[in-house]
């Protein structure tokens, strides 16, 4: 085989090799569902593929280029989105149940995911697992509720009916050493 013929053969697969790379790369657009100023939010298709509402509506249009997310809003959109960039497609660890501790870092494998909801009030936490219950991603409602599973653990009735009804939305530290 002459040198020309070997070097015909190769191009192809690089090119095909290279469409696939660049179709991987794309971005999408996800709109909230506000009425008046809807906000978008860009993020690469690996990552958005964790959502199954997202699966879905690419699978039924693939040209999809925004996705009007229709029951969550511009906050909590932005926080999804940010737990979908970081894990860019990679589903994390399952967390195991019940849950053995109170302290998340000693729940969830990757000490991001800790750091996330922990940083997150009560109120939000539960804005965050309706809209991830909604969006259809598994490992965030999981940490969502692995979360508030942890405020509540080992607690009396009366106690986590105070824990769940505070209007602060804060979750207190001092509450989780214990």
Known sequence: MSRAEQDTGEEPREEELGGLDDESEEELTLVSCEEDNPSK???????????????????????????????VEAPVLKLIVEYLEHHNGKVPAEIAKPIRSVKMEKIVEDKWDADFINALSKKTIFQVILGANYMDIKSLLHLGCA????????????????????DDGDVPESKQDA
């Open 41 to 71: 939010f860009t993020i690469g298709r690996k990552a958005a593929l964790m959502c199954n509402l997202v699966k879905s509506i690419l699978e039924g249009d693939k040209d999809a280029k925004e996705i009007e997310i229709k029951k």
């Open 147 to 166: 979360k508030i599973a942890t405020l509540i653990k080992g607690k009396s009735p009366d106690e986590i009916k105070q824990i769940l009804s505070e």
